[in-house]
Nanobody
Framework: QVQLVESGGGLVQVGGSLRLSCAVS????????MGWFRQAPGKERDFVAA????????LYEDSMKGRFTISRDNAKITVYLQMNSLKPEDTAVYYC??????????????????WGHGTQVTVSS
């Protein structure tokens, strides 16, 4: 079992940047890959990006490639989501999630077993 705590959300102007953090705890965490999802008001939760704890593999939702970057710090057991050139449509609650990693990164919400409580990102125009 793992526990996930997001931080770093807030209010930012269009074109600005934010870096979200997901602090992970639980001794089994290396077995999991980490993902970021987001949920805008009145919409379903959508996949953003995913990364395992080892190797160079990453997975992004196509529309977020180039603006968002997922990374990890194994020493701090923390996963990050760097978000640049933010747009009003990026306004959402951003969630960190964990799924058992079998060598293939997942983008489906149903594949993720553990979730954080989310952090609000609001992009104002």
């Amino acid at each position: 079992q793992v526990q996930l705590v997001e931080s770093g959300g807030g209010l930012v102007q269009v074109g600005g940047s934010l870096r979200l953090s997901c602090a992970v705890s639980g001794r089994t965490y290396p077995a999991y890959a980490m993902g970021w999802f987001r949920q805008a008001p009145g919409k379903e939760r959508d996949f953003v990006a995913a990364i395992p704890w080892s190797g160079g593999d990453t997975l992004y939702e196509d529309s977020m490639k180039g603006r968002f970057t997922i990374s990890r710090d194994n020493a701090k057991i923390t996963v990050y989501l760097q978000m640049n050139s933010l747009k009003p449509e990026d306004t959402a609650v951003y969630y960190c999630a964990a799924t058992i990693y079998g060598g293939h990164l997942e983008s489906l919400e149903k594949e993720y077993d553990y979730w954080g409580h989310g952090t609000q990102v609001t992009v104002s125009s």
